[in-house]
């Protein structure tokens, strides 16, 4: 994953590399004008002096063939030869490719000439003043090997830029970053970011402000909805379940109206545990339960086990506690303790009569198996009410419960059907 800042600085070099490496034939093609307009004008204006000094004196074919012959081993780049012709020809610029007799290498050299008519004691000459020019490819090694360098540095400054720079520019950003990874919803402090000069992040501290003070206030309301709701709401059901108590121990209730009362107990103590598992669920969901310490899930599960040694009895059956070293955590006690008893009681809810249950440790990995018949539907096992089960005592949240426990510390829960066992396992 990239960073936002590092993408404008690849960008920057990949545009620089575009327009130097670009730069380099332009940069040749323009020296080479500078460099051979520079030797042109030279040329012209020797050829010149040249032809004034010869036309100025007298010289005999003999002086002329000596100082020729001069040239020739002194500046080989200028010769004067007679013609036939005395016809006037215009000034004329050649370049040639060839040895260079100053040069004792093998390779040749890139020679621009100047040729003119002159008349010497009315003969006719024709002066060629020859000039060294830098090679091409030479030239174009040259620009690019400092061109090179210089994109080199351009890359450091770059980088060195960029970084001074976003450290101090992205300084309140991370700030206000750091800020919100910290922020807790469910406790009671006040988000507090950092002001800053920048137009862009001050207006998105603002909008982050107004949108967690928003937050806040929908979590405050909807907390207090839930607990005014559930304490509403279990008043009323505590009241029934009193008063259904006082009817049962009635002693001129016929058998049907007993009947008929009992058959109301079990939906009101169902009803009950559903607005119970509900207010629990509300509460993990808002991030109520935030108190974390170091737990045992052995002893965890040797207290819930203790606890349905009555229900294990009354249906006769065979539970194995297969965690022999203790099993540390860190999370909330009583949600460990609620997920716990909740898968606790879905195994034993869905044994059949003189089933097994199996609990055991494999690492990090905890499994609680139970026998069955086939397997249950993955797909809505976990959801609330779900109907993977005929049960109605049950109040259908308990899975639920797990999985939102599970959720809220990162915990893998998952479910299989294998050799007619069901298997929940819990991955810490």
């Known amino acids: 994953m990239t960073k936002l800042l590092n993408r404008p600085l690849k960008a920057f070099v990949l545009y620089s590399l575009i327009i130097l490496a670009i730069s380099i034939p332009a940069y040749v093609l323009v020296i080479d004008y500078i460099w051979t307009s520079e030797l042109d004008e030279n040329n012209w204006l020797t050829l010149q002096h040249t032809k004034q000094r010869l036309q100025s004196k007298q010289f005999t074919q003999a002086e002329i063939e000596n100082i020729n012959h001069i040239w020739g081993e002194l500046q080989p780049g200028v010769s004067i030869v007679k013609v036939d012709d005395k016809i006037v020809s ?89 800020s919100l990874k910290s922020f807790e919803l469910s406790k009671d402090h006040s988000l507090e970011l950092p002001s800053s000069d920048i137009q862009e992040f001050q207006e998105m501290n603002q909008s982050l402000l107004q949108l967690v003070k928003n937050n806040v206030d929908t979590y405050q309301q909807q907390k207090a909805f839930t607990e005014n709701a559930s304490h509403e709401l279990q008043t009323p059901i505590a009241l029934l379940k009193s008063k259904m108590d006082l009817l049962i121990q009635q002693k001129d209730l016929t058998p049907e109206i007993s009947e008929m009362l009992n058959s109301i107990e079990a ?8 607005n119970k598992n509900l207010l629990l669920l509300a509460k993990v969901e808002n991030h109520q339960y935030s108190d974390i310490e170091a737990l045992d899930i052995k002893e965890y599960f040797e207290s819930s086990i203790t606890l349905f040694e009555d229900y294990l009895g009354d249906k006769q059956l065979q539970i194995s506690n297969n965690i022999k070293e203790p099993l540390l955590i860190n999370a909330n006690s009583f949600l460990v303790e609620t997920l716990i008893h909740n898968l606790l009681s879905n195994a034993i809810r869905h044994t059949s009569q003189s089933g097994q249950i199996e609990i055991s440790c494999d690492g990090r990995m905890l499994q609680v198996k139970n026998t069955g018949k086939e397997s249950l539907d993955q797909n809505h096992l976990f959801e609330r009410f779900s109907n993977v089960t005929k049960d109605k005592v049950s109040s259908g949240l308990g899975l639920a419960i797990v999985r939102e426990v599970a959720n809220k510390y990162q915990w893998k829960v998952n479910y299989h059907f294998e050799n007619g066992f069901h298997v929940f396992s819990m991955e810490f």
């Open 90 to 178: 215009k000034d004329s610029i050649y370049e040639a490719i060839r040895p260079n007799v100053f040069d004792e290498g093998d390779g040749e050299d890139r020679f621009r000439g100047l040729q003119s008519f002159v008349e010497i004691n009315g003969q006719p000459y024709i002066l060629t003043i020859e000039t060294n020019v830098e090679e091409w490819d030479e030239t174009f090694a040259a620009v690019a090997v400092i061109t090179f360098f210089f994109f080199i540095i351009l890359i450091i400054g770059f980088i060195l830029l960029n970084k001074k720079i976003a450290t101090k520019t992205w300084q309140p950003f991370y700030q206000t970053l750091s």
């Open 267 to 274: 939906p009101l103590a169902r009803l009950s545990r559903i």
